[in-house]
């Protein structure tokens, strides 16, 4: 079993859309949970750092951890085409060891 | 220069070369990480370092050889690559705590012909 599981889509929607990108994790142990942001010919950049369990609200973007069921999303307002980018979900699995879902991609169509 | 750079960005090579991919941090860091990003598969975790000292191997071959001079410099020596090695290899740096926010480079897109 992976550790993160993403559907690697391809997601496309209209501008102005709520977008939800998914994630599910295998291992109850684990507390930290990333977004990462790719866009094409670049590296990830972290878009969303959140703790255990809950939600965390950050402009259009809300992060959300639902620990007991082993979830994580991230939730995008008012898309736009710049949101446009692979959206990768990550953990910590041990100190520094940080595990990827697949990453989704997402177009934003104007 | 900023952030984390890269170099080579694109890489072509035949499977019985030698060359190297070369990372520099610029943002004070004491930990640097090379990752494989392979087409359909998940950002994989290859080496860590942690004040010029690798920590981690995960079961890298011996074809990929890291080198840590100082905390600002990595390099990862390719030889005898197989074309299954074809992939984005990124670069990240970090303070050196479990769970520090890691930042990438650019990455080098490396072709195994």
């Known amino acids: 079993q992976k550790e993160v599981e993403q559907d690697p889509g391809p997601l496309s929607v209209p501008e102005g859309a709520i977008v939800s990108l998914n994630c599910t994790y295998s291992n109850s142990a684990f507390q930290y949970f990333m977004w990462y942001r790719q866009y094409s010919r670049k590296g990830p950049e972290l878009l969303m750092y959140t703790y255990s369990s809950g939600n965390k609200e950050d402009g259009r973007f809300t992060a959300q951890v639902d620990k007991s069921s082993k979830y994580i999303s991230l939730f995008i307002r008012d898309s736009q085409p710049s949101d446009s980018a692979t959206y990768l979900c990550?953990?910590?699995?041990?100190?520094?060891?940080?595990?990827f879902g697949q990453g989704t991609r997402l177009t934003i169509n104007p | 220069e900023t952030g984390v750079t890269q170099t080579p960005r694109h890489l072509v090579m035949g499977m019985t070369n030698k060359k190297s991919l070369k990372c520099e941090q610029h943002?004070?860091?004491?930990?640097m990480y090379w990752y494989k990003q392979s087409a359909k598969k998940p950002l994989e975790l290859m080496f860590v370092?942690?004040?010029?000292?690798?920590?981690e191997n995960n079961s890298v071959p011996s074809r990929f050889s890291p080198e840590c001079p100082n905390s600002s410099h990595l390099f990862l020596h390719l030889h005898t690559l197989q074309p299954e090695d074809s992939a984005l290899y990124l670069c990240?740096?970090?303070?050196?705590?479990?769970?520090?926010?890691?930042?990438f480079g650019p990455g080098t897109r490396l072709t195994v012909l």
């Open positions: 990550a953990t910590y699995q041990g100190a520094q060891k940080l595990v």
């Open positions: 943002l004070g860091h004491n930990a």
């Open positions: 990240a740096s970090s303070q050196a705590s479990s769970t520090d926010t890691q930042y």
């Open positions: 370092y942690n004040f010029k000292e690798q920590t």
